[in-house]
């Protein structure tokens, strides 16, 4: 399986559950059965342009969006950069700025 096909097997895994659909919901949306989008999901079949692009509408996203990159994947980086860097520096910045006085510790 190649990049682009493992991304838009992501991406539309992602973008479904981020819409809160089921299968069978988005399958409903594009006019075909649940097997149809189950087949696509596991990598066992290969969506036609136009179901792209229907599963694109039925998403209420642009076409590329479903190839360009893994969109899980990339929130994952930036949860894990605020866990790691982000909320450091933020809890630095406020006890800085907002000293713990003695009578509160």
Not at 3 to 8: A, H, P, V
Not at 18 to 31: E, F, K, M, N, P
Not at 65 to 84: G, H, I, M, P, T
């Amino acid at each position: 399986m190649s990049k682009y096909e493992s991304d838009f097997i992501a991406n539309l895994i992602y973008y479904r559950e981020l819409r809160g659909y089921t299968q069978s919901v988005l399958a409903g949306l594009c006019d075909r059965t649940k097997g149809n989008i189950g087949v696509i999901e596991s990598g066992k079949s290969a969506p036609s342009f136009e179901m792209i692009l229907k599963i694109a509408d039925a998403l209420e996203i642009h076409p590329a969006d479903l190839f360009l990159r893994n969109a899980s994947q990339s929130r994952e980086d930036v949860r894990k950069f605020f866990d790691e860097e982000l909320s450091v520096k933020i809890k630095e910045m406020v006890e800085k700025r907002f000293p713990v006085s003695e009578s509160e510790e």
